[in-house]
């Protein structure tokens, strides 16, 4: 019996040829996304060959947003978000609107017109969640604070681009749009009416996430986990991430994206939230490839022929214009270099939300179809080179700090977080202990210092967690502790040990260092994730190394041993 083999057709090749080009990227030492871009482009209109359904490609690309989202908003909790709103909020919107005023005024300069104009410039300043999220997850920086920072920016900017999608179409006439369906239906209803409609449907749908899916979600999940069958918890987590982040589009009109983030941060309230991130991991990295074949499948290289100035001008405003505003705001809000750094670095790059406004704009008569071209080069350039950018982090950090008194100024002065206050005692820095990082293990460990009554002092860089900190009594820094500043400030000349709670092993190494030069005596715990970084910091006399696996494995064989002997 014939039938249509379209989407078959459509996954079978990109897989296929997602999997030859990663591998070929990665022989050549490049980022097998790389790959993956090269393959949707091989894939695309625009080559000789074999042209897969880009529709069908599109679909797929979206589910595995929503996936990836979904994971996130799993290791990505309410606290976390609100940790970081002083930063993330106004530094989001101000980096939108300077990008968008790059965009604006080199699209001004090539003759188009004020609607134009503003959807180039607005498509060129919202940065790929999915490119962030793998950047951050390869480097293992995704629940550090900087990773933190950096989503919780990007999440601020996707609700700024909702907004944006939702008052574009009533803007559109008076913006020298087109006379299409889409622009009548915008013009029928005031703006005011439709902004209020706007948020009032995302106001409805955040709340009844936090207040009903928080209590519904994780109930359903420990039900269905009660029932012993692996395929149906599996089930129960792709169910919902998909249902909800479909749902909250069609009913609050909120972006997949974002409503499969939130249905991640209510089942993150569940004590089986690890294993819904461990099950939907596969799926999450399978639909995360055919989201770079998709764009890849909408580039056509002719535009780098054609228009080589344009697209360089348009790189330029991705990876330096936007990057440079987001270092600058940073460090305004007394951030250390390495955060301004990694967050810039996260945002060097363009994707769903650019060719989702650049879609629309097209579709009402405001940017042309040479807009959306440059836009796709742009974002197919900076996603490809983002990985270059990230490697730079930390040379770039070195260069800055060696010969730039402004950086250095710019990132403590007169800061009172980044210096213990006058007040404390002497006794209270002698002896004691510099506890690096106050996230999840370092709370527990100073909670501990604490309740024997051993002095510490916390270096963190989440300016937030410092200000909480003190409120309670608790010496703390702000800052990054691989500067010596901070740790000059930590009092580690006068410490008797150096915990080091966070698992960046560079910049650990780095603590270290510094440590001894100031203190020769002092001892040294560092925290890891594999064997390989364990085994480099044992080479280095690092001092006492804890890797998470192996403490756990010896403190359940201790606990086996204990019954086994005792029965």
């Known amino acids: ?54 529709g069908l490609s599109s679909q797929l690309a979206e589910i595995g947003v929503i996936l990836l989202m979904f994971g996130v908003g799993l290791h990505f909790s ?38 134009a104009s503003l959807v180039f410039g607005l498509a060129l300043s919202v940065a790929s969640t999915v490119v962030l999220i793998q950047a951050l997850e390869q480097r293992g920086l995704l629940q550090s604070v900087n990773g933190r920072i950096a989503v919780g920016w990007l999440i601020v900017e996707d609700l700024a681009m909702v907004l944006v999608l939702v008052l574009l179409p009533p803007l559109a006439g008076w913006l020298g749009g087109g006379s299409g369906d889409l622009v009548a239906q915008g013009i029928d209803r005031g703006l005011l009416e439709t902004l209020m409609i706007a948020l009032g449907k995302i106001s409805i749908f955040v709340a009844l996430m936090l207040v009903v899916g928080r209590r519904v979600f994780p109930w359903l999940l420990g039900y269905v986990a009660g029932t012993g069958s692996r395929e149906l918890f599996t089930l129960s987590v792709i169910a919902a991430a ?37 099950e939907s991991l596969p799926l999450r990295d399978a639909f995360s490839v055919l989201f770079f074949v998709s764009v890849g499948m909408l580039f056509d290289p002719n535009v780098l022929i054609q228009q080589p100035l344009q697209v360089l001008a348009v790189v330029a405003i991705i990876v330096v214009g936007k990057s440079l505003a987001a270092f600058l705001l940073v460090l305004a809000f007394r951030y250390p270099l390495n955060t301004a750094l990694t967050v810039s670095a ?65 990132e ?43 002095a510490y002092v916390v270096a963190e860089q989440n300016r937030e967690l410092v200000e909480q900190l003190r409120e309670r009594g608790i010496h703390a820094v702000a800052g990054d502790a691989s500067d010596p500043a901070v740790l000059v400030q930590a009092h580690i000349a006068r410490a008797r040990m150096l915990v080091i709670a966070t698992p960046d092993t560079l910049r650990a190494r780095r603590m270290i260092e510094i440590a001894r030069g100031l203190n020769p005596q002092v001892e040294t715990l560092v925290r890891t994730h594999s064997e ?5 910091l044992r080479s280095e006399h690092a001092g006492a190394v804890f890797m998470g696996e192996h403490e756990l494995a010896l403190s359940m064989t201790r606990h086996v041993l204990k019954k086994v002997a005792a029965g």
């Open 1 to 54: 019996m014939p039938h249509s083999v379209t989407l078959i057709t459509t996954i079978a090749a990109s897989l296929g040829l997602a999997l030859i080009m990663g591998l070929i990227a990665h022989r050549l030492k490049l980022p097998a996304l790389v790959g993956y871009l090269v393959a949707g482009v091989m894939l695309g209109p625009a080559t000789p060959g074999f042209v897969a359904d880009a």
């Open 412 to 454: 403590r002065p007169d800061d009172p977080l980044a210096e213990l206050p006058m007040t404390v005692e002497s006794r209270a820095v002698t002896g004691h202990v510099v506890l690096v990082g106050y996230g999840r293990v370092g709370r527990r460990i100073g909670e501990a210092l604490a309740a024997h009554g051993l």
């Open 78 to 115: 309410l606290a976390d978000l609100l940790a970081v709103r002083r930063i993330a909020l106004p530094g989001a919107i101000v980096q939108i609107a300077v990008a968008t005023a790059l965009g604006m005024g080199v699209a001004t300069l090539w003759g188009w017109s004020l609607g």
């Open 346 to 410: 996260s945002l060097a790059q363009i994707g769903e939300f650019s060719f989702i406004l650049a879609g629309l704009g097209v579709s009402l008569g405001l940017l042309p179809r040479e807009g959306m071209s440059l836009i796709l080069a742009g974002a197919l350039i900076s996603i490809s080179f983002n990985h270059l950018v990230f490697q730079a982090v930390e040379p770039m950090q070195a260069w800055i700090r060696s010969r730039s008194k402004l950086a250095r100024a710019l």
């Open 242 to 278: 998909v249902g909800i982040a479909y749902g909250s589009a069609q009913l609050f009109g909120v972006s997949f994206a974002l409503g499969a983030f939130f249905a991640g941060m209510v089942m993150r309230e569940s004590h089986l939230s690890h294993r819904a991130a461990e």
């Open 532 to 536: 390989e970084e364990a085994a480099l």
